[in-house]
């Protein structure tokens, strides 16, 4: 079974920064894509960001391009999002998901951490 451990999460100003990790362990197989999710209270689960098995391609939520970027770890199966510019809208749970491939939709991820909360004041 393939564990998701987040960390990094916090509570911020404004156009302040974030950058939460996740580490993936456990499982079979070697290498996985991941990615990020996120709740706020009373909304649905959306997509975030993204990252291929390679590192190579990555995908973006409209709403975060230009502010976050992920980026794969020097250890296996670990990732990090970098958030800048950091808005009262980006407050919500930040889930890591890990996956065979880099895809949009939540069904396509077979692992889902426990969250991270992030907090953005205006």
């Known amino acids: 079974q393939v564990q998701l451990v987040e960390s990094g999460g916090g509570l911020v100003p404004a156009g302040d920064s974030l950058r939460p990790s996740c580490a993936a362990s456990g499982g079979t197989n070697s290498r996985w894509a991941m990615g990020w999710f996120r709740q706020a209270p009373g909304k649905d689960r959306e997509f975030v960001a993204a990252?291929?098995?390679?590192?190579?391609?990555?995908s973006y939520a409209d709403s975060v391009k230009g502010r976050f970027t992920i980026s794969r770890g020097i250890a296996r199966n670990t990732v990090s999002l970098q958030m800048n510019s950091l808005k009262p809208e980006d407050t919500a749970a930040y889930y890591c998901?890990?996956?065979?491939?880099?895809?949009?939709?939540?069904?396509?991820?077979?692992?889902w951490g426990q969250g991270t909360q992030v907090t953005v004041s205006s």
């Open positions: 998901v890990a996956g065979l491939r880099l895809v949009l939709d939540q069904s396509g991820w077979d692992y």
């Open positions: 990252i291929s098995i390679s590192g190579v391609s990555t």
